[in-house]
């Protein structure tokens, strides 16, 4: 059974003929008091609540009551309706424990998206054993076994079929991408385009051409109409990449379309319907981001109904064995060469470096090594003459062998590629497999100052 509760009878009613088509058993309330009433006594499969009643305008009564469901039934999900208005009130029925918010007036597709979700992912949390049904999963190119990747997937494999939105968070070079496109080919969407964009490379003043597109004309250089990336992904995915990003002023622009599911390209006025998924990923502590206002709650809420975080290669070292043989048998059939072998110590060796660029730099030093190698047997003396060789141009032990805890091992490696490229950012960035940002975050965090 759905509840809906609203002090207007005209919502209560085509709330309940849409549901009742669909075939939910629905039953209503219109004040806090009948609602609690039949919260007591039954437990509704899920609640549509409006956040203002006319006694209050200010919305604290739907607070109120949103807080006493909670406490009588804290597993129903509760999605709230508001006026675009007042989203600070939706924000604080989030905090609150509700699952999910719609502004008016809503579109009924995306509210019917909004109810099927929530259901889906109630019913979800029954089977979350992915070694089960691994035969049903498809986790191309995420290798590894370790308890804390399975328990990624197994979120993965459970979230997968619905169409919540994702947050997905990590280090850089954790394999967010790769989750991302997971959760499209697992999906319902999996024969519909999934779209990539790095937010981080989109200018303020690109924004709005490159994610809504434009008419021809719209603008000096429009000389054709060109579509955006909402349009292109469309009945799909859109993969948001570094969200943590995005301006200010765009992220309002951003909520509305993730909101609303339309969009209007520059130049044209109609706004046009769009039907789609929408998967984000950071290395950037958004929490924090929140409280420092350089990124808004609203938006925070709307992109991580879902958050799945990604563990750093450290926190799950025995996989490393599995990817240097994944990636070492990639680079040879890439480049025509014959099966290379890892010696023991070197699986040894490689196990314990520190990888602050994670997957993606333990994969350039394997492409690396393999490269620069012609040989059909690799050992640890190969993989360290490409991993610290500037450690040695400077005369310096071995950082591997000092029994340093992993930050200070993590620290003296990116003192040594400092070194090595005179402090070149870019370069330094590259050859640890990090992005500019995640290798400044690190120099600030080690109090490792820059020769400007």
């Known amino acids: 059974m759905i509840l809906i509760i609203d002090d207007d009878s005209a919502i209560r009613s085509s709330l309940s003929f849409m549901l009742k088509r669909a075939g939910y058993e629905v039953n209503s309330a219109a004040s806090p008091d009948e609602a609690m009433e039949i919260v007591r006594s039954v437990e509704p499969q899920l609640i549509l609540m409006d956040m203002n009643f006319s006694l209050s305008t200010s919305g604290e009564e739907g607070l109120t009551l949103l ?65 089960k049904t691994s035969d049903l999963f498809d986790r191309s190119n995420i290798i590894g076994k370790s308890e804390a990747l399975m328990n990624v997937l197994s979120t993965v494999k459970r979230i ?91 992220q309002v622009k951003m909520l509305r379309v993730l909101q609303e599911q339309t969009f209007e390209p520059l130049g044209e006025s109609k706004p046009r319907k769009i039907d789609i998924r929408v998967v984000s990923a950071t290395n950037a502590n ?63 060796y490689l196990s314990h470096l520190p990888f602050p660029g994670n997957i993606r730099e333990l994969k350039n030093l394997v492409d690396r090594t393999i490269l620069v190698n012609d040989k059909t047997n690799l050992c640890a003396e190969d993989f360290k003459m490409q991993y610290n060789g500037s450690c040695t141009n400077h005369n310096k032990t071995d950082i591997s062998s000092q029994g340093l805890t992993l930050e200070e091992i993590e620290k ?41």
């Open 286 to 348: 958004l929490t924090e981001m929140v409280s420092d206002h350089t990124f808004r709650e609203d938006l925070f809420y709307r992109i991580n109904l879902i958050t799945i975080h990604l563990p750093a290669l450290r926190e799950r070292r025995e996989d490393i064995p599995l990817l240097v043989d994944f990636f070492a048998k990639k680079q040879c059939k890439a480049n025509g060469f014959g099966e290379v072998q890892i010696s023991a110590d070197a699986m040894t």
């Open 160 to 250: 997968a079929k619905t169409n919540a939105s994702v947050l997905i968070t990590g280090e850089s070079g954790t394999g967010k991408e790769l989750i991302a496109e997971a959760i499209h080919r697992n999906s319902k969407r999996s024969n519909m385009p999934f779209v990539k964009v790095n937010l981080g490379g989109i200018s303020q003043s690109l924004f709005e051409s490159e994610m809504f597109g434009h008419k021809k004309g719209a603008f000096t250089d429009a000389k054709a109409d060109r579509k955006g990336r909402f349009e292109m992904a469309d009945q799909g995915t859109i993969f948001l990449d570094e969200i943590g990003e995005l301006d200010l002023s765009c």
């Open 67 to 131: 807080k006493q469901v909670k406490l009588f039934r804290a597993d129903v999900p509760v999605i709230l309706i508001t006026a675009w208005g007042s989203i600070d009130l939706a924000v604080k029925g989030m905090q609150a424990g509700a699952f999910d918010f719609i502004t008016k007036p809503w579109n009924n597709v995306v509210l019917m998206q909004r109810i099927e979700t929530a259901l889906e992912l109630r019913l979800g949390k029954e089977d979350d054993n992915i070694e």
């Open 412 to 452: 003296a490696t990116i003192i040594s590629y400092m070194e090595k490229y005179h402090g070149n950012i870019s370069q330094v960035a590259i050859a640890l497999g990090l992005s500019r940002a995640a290798l400044y975050r690190r120099l600030e965090k080690y109090n490792i100052l820059l020769n400007e």
